[in-house]
Structures are given as structure tokens and as C-alpha cells.
């Protein structure tokens, strides 16, 4: 059984160094690192990953997805995968983040717990390919049996607000052998409406629009990064709804 904590916080999935320094001046507990969010994310430099462990004191897991698209994966793809968990190990990576499927959309247990012995004694967080399995009841069981620490999960719909009955099925279903983690479009504003006392730890992007000082217009040149205003709100917000002052 895994150990879960009942001190609340909150995740940060961010992409630049920027936006990790926001993360953890909001008061961001813990940031997923990771490269291309548009795409639900990739594997983060390790160039990167290592700038943010020399300037942020929180812990960063670390996404490792070796390409866009499904979450199958060929032999050559899980090589990838290896190699990346090592090179983020190496790194200074906190935990790793990762979601394997087979051809029915059902956890690939054979992958899964190879790639978790490779991980060693990093803590593994399975991302939102878990909504796409057929059970998530059953899922959830089988996280719980591969000693997964962390599931980051809709409720199976297309962002946690719409999942919340879910959520909070899944989180009753834990009793803390897992942490279930609400995350997908989760927005400052509407947050409220998927709180749990079983549920802890909460995933969003917190950004906001950063105008580029540049004047050519041939390319979109704004861009997307996290606010350190917004994180603050939303930690406030989730400890006053855990009674902490």
C-alpha cells in the first residue's frame, strides 16, 4: 500500500524553465516537466530538466513519452523509453511520468512493469492514457498492483470537470493505495467542483498569453506559460478548502 499524504497540493505541468520558476513561486508543490503540452506531451530535454533542478527546490517528475500519437508502443519505442528514463535518472529527476496501452486500450501490463523495473527506485506516475481503458475500475486495480504511486486521470471524460463523478468513484475505490490526481483542463475558475477530501494532489497548467516583444507577424509569436498569480490562487483556494490557514 502506498503511503499518501493528506497534505493537499498542487502539480504544475509546465515546459520551460519559466514557467517552472512560477510554478514553484506560486506555490506549486510538485511540476511535471515535459516538451510539446500541445500534443499531451513528450519527453523534456535533459538540458532542461536539469536548469530547472538547479533553480527550483520542489520536486519534478518528468514525462516519458518518446513521440506523439497513441500510446502503443513498438519494441523500438519502449528501447527509447529505457534510454530516456535513464537519461532523466541521470538528470535528477524526481519521478517519472508514463502511460502504456496494447492494441485493446487496456494497460500493457508486460511493458508496464518492465519499465518500472527500469525505473528502479523512481517513484511511477501513470498519465491520462489510463481514460482510455475499457475499466477504469479495473485499471486502478491493476496501477495499485504494479506499486504505481500516482494515476493523473479525467474520470475518463474529456477533462476532469466533465469526469468528476468518476474521480471521486476512483478516489473512493483508492482508500490511499494510489494517489488519484484530477487533471485535464482543470481551470482556476471551476476547480472547486472537483474537490475530494480523499483527493490531495490536483494537476493544471495554470498559463496565461506572454506577448512576444517581437514586431514580424509571418509566425505566431506569443506564447503560452505559467502564471505565478494564478498558482497562488488556486493553492490558496484548495487550503482553505483543506481548513489550512
Not at 179 to 198: D, K, Y
Request: net charge negative; glycine share 8%.
Amino acid at each position: 500500500m502506498q503511503n499518501v499524504s493528506n497534505r493537499p497540493l498542487i502539480e504544475v505541468v509546465a515546459t520551460s524553465l519559466e514557467s517552472c520558476l512560477a510554478a514553484a513561486q506560486g506555490g506549486a508543490g510538485r511540476i511535471e516537466l515535459c516538451a510539446a503540452l500541445s500534443t499531451a506531451g513528450i519527453t523534456p530535454t535533459p538540458a532542461l530538466l536539469r536548469a530547472v533542478k538547479a533553480h527550483v527546490q520542489i520536486p519534478v517528475a518528468v514525462m516519458i513519452r518518446p513521440r506523439e500519437g497513441d500510446f502503443i508502443y513498438s519494441p523500438s519505442d519502449v528501447g527509447l523509453m529505457e534510454a530516456e528514463i535513464e537519461m532523466v535518472r541521470e538528470a535528477g529527476a524526481d519521478a517519472i511520468v508514463f502511460g502504456v496501452l496494447d492494441n485493446n486500450d487496456c494497460i500493457d501490463q508486460k511493458t508496464l512493469k518492465h519499465l518500472m523495473n527500469r525505473a528502479g527506485d523512481l517513484p511511477v506516475v501513470f498519465h491520462r492514457a489510463f481514460d482510455l481503458t475499457p475499466d477504469l475500475s479495473e485499471s486502478l486495480e491493476i496501477l495499485i498492483d504494479h506499486g504505481c504511486v500516482r494515476v493523473l486521470t479525467s474520470g475518463g471524460a474529456p477533462n476532469g470537470n466533465a469526469g468528476k463523478a468518476q474521480l471521486f468513484a476512483l478516489a473512493d475505490q483508492a482508500q490511499g493505495r494510489i494517489e488519484i490526481m484530477p487533471g485535464g483542463g482543470l481551470r482556476e475558475e471551476t476547480f472547486e467542483e472537483v474537490w475530494h477530501p480523499l483527493i490531495t494532489n490536483y494537476h493544471l497548467s495554470g498559463r496565461a498569453e506572454v506577448k512576444s516583444a517581437s514586431h514580424a507577424t509571418l509566425f505566431e509569436m506569443n506564447r503560452m506559460e505559467t502564471d505565478a498569480q494564478i498558482i497562488a490562487r488556486v493553492v490558496d483556494k484548495v487550503h482553505r478548502f483543506f481548513g489550512i490557514a
